[in-house]
């Protein structure tokens, strides 16, 4: 301003408009109650800052035509679900600010933002050995995903702490849909593990199942440590499990928006800051 001086305005003000790229439509209906809380978590906390929130579903769309749609309705930053490499590029070739949320892609670069798997691992870990259990096994997906090497990271990582180690024989991979007979397996062995990390829901569930259809009982003859969204505790994990709650490694998805707005809102005002991965803490939490 002439003989005024200056003033910062920024790109972070209110009126920005964020769109949210998702698989809204997606067949998996295990991951709807995680979309519905992100949507909601990320709709309360740019309410909060002024900014509008764009839903742009990326289910069976090319990433070209879902980046159209982004241009089309005018936003200026996105959230991403999601761990397309061909989408990233083509965000990061518009300039557009983006922030991966609840995913991560090691060699993108690009801001991400997802639950801290690894110290989940450890705090599973932890609470088994002080069960007084040397036996312990991992029961999940070993696909390679951002999820589960995290996670898979944090229980090795754990176990070396405590002198321990995780035998092959131990490290259980069990494809989505298909969990129940490889839990039947691994409690029915001779030398069955006395405590099992499960660090997924459904994961963990087909561990207690397998334990009821052996006679074998929560707390007493197997400990498990099983995986939950702190805004489905209750109502699901709790729900799912009934009589015998395991403890669970709880995240929240509040705390997960409102940390990737937040980095947007950097990104927005310094385009040229370095890629950063912001972790969501995780605890142990034991049903009352």
């Not at 996670?151 to 090795?156: C, K, N, T, Y």
């Not at 928006?257 to 927005?268: D, M, Q, Y």
Request: charged residues 25%; aromatic residues 6%; proline residues 4%.
């Amino acid at each position: 301003r002439p003989r005024r001086g200056a003033s910062a305005s920024g790109r972070g003000g209110p009126g920005i408009r964020v769109a949210c790229v998702m698989d809204i439509g997606a067949p998996q209906a295990k991951h709807g109650f995680t979309h519905r809380q992100m949507l909601s978590a990320l709709q309360a906390a740019c309410a909060r800052r002024g900014w509008s929130l764009l839903t742009v579903d990326n289910t069976h769309q090319t990433e070209e035509k879902v980046v159209g749609r982004i241009h089309a309705q005018k936003a200026v930053a996105v959230i991403l679900d999601s761990d397309s490499a061909k989408m990233i590029r083509l965000l990061k070739d518009t300039g557009l600010p983006t922030v991966l949320m609840d995913s991560w892609v090691w060699d993108s670069w690009v801001d991400s933002v997802m639950q801290d798997g690894q110290m989940g691992g450890m705090q599973a870990v932890e609470y088994l050995v002080s069960r007084g259990h040397r036996r312990i096994a991992w029961f999940g997906n070993l696909s390679g995903t951002d999820h589960s090497v995290d996670r898979l990271s944090g229980v090795v990582a754990g176990l070396n702490m405590q002198g321990l180690e995780l035998p092959q024989a131990y490290r259980v991979h069990a494809e989505e849909g298909k969990q129940k007979p490889l839990a039947l397996e691994l409690l029915s062995r001779r030398n069955r593990p006395r405590g099992v990390i499960a660090l997924w829901q459904e994961y963990a569930l087909s561990v207690k199942k397998a334990a009821d259809e052996l006679g074998l009982v929560l707390g007493r003859d197997l400990d498990l440590v099983g995986w939950s969204m702190e805004e489905n505790y209750q109502s699901e994990y709790c729900a799912a499990f009934k009589d015998e709650v395991p403890p669970a490694v709880t995240w929240s998805m509040k705390s997960m928006a409102e940390t990737a707005l937040s980095r947007l809102a950097e990104r927005l005002q310094r385009p040229d800051l370095p890629a950063l991965r912001l972790k969501i803490p995780t605890r142990l939490t034991f049903a009352e």
